[in-house]
């Protein structure tokens, strides 16, 4: 939202976005394992939805993991949903 209100139209704001999106995807735990980044780099991730939700989709779609399983995602999820709107 923030850099849609610098950019002056939605090609500039997409360009903008880039530089914000492409790290918090790699560094979600999609592309590397997330085990193996620098320990302040993973609990700076742990603020990020977008490593709850690949930690949740690689157990349910990997391991078949029930609810039991990946509650903490999905309320880690929620949580930061309800905190950032």
Known sequence: MF???IAKNQ???GLLS???IVPILILSGG???FES???????I????????????CSR???K??????????????????TYCS
């Open 3 to 5: 850099l849609a209100t």
């Open 11 to 13: 090609p500039q704001a």
């Open 18 to 20: 880039m530089p914000i």
């Open 31 to 33: 592309t590397s394992p």
């Open 37 to 43: 980044m620098p320990r302040f780099l993973q609990i």
């Open 45 to 56: 991730m742990q603020l990020a939805p977008t490593t709850h939700y690949t930690e949740f």
């Open 60 to 62: 349910v779609l990997f």
């Open 64 to 81: 078949e993991a029930g609810i039991d399983v990946v509650w903490p995602q999905l309320l880690a999820m929620a949580a930061i949903g």
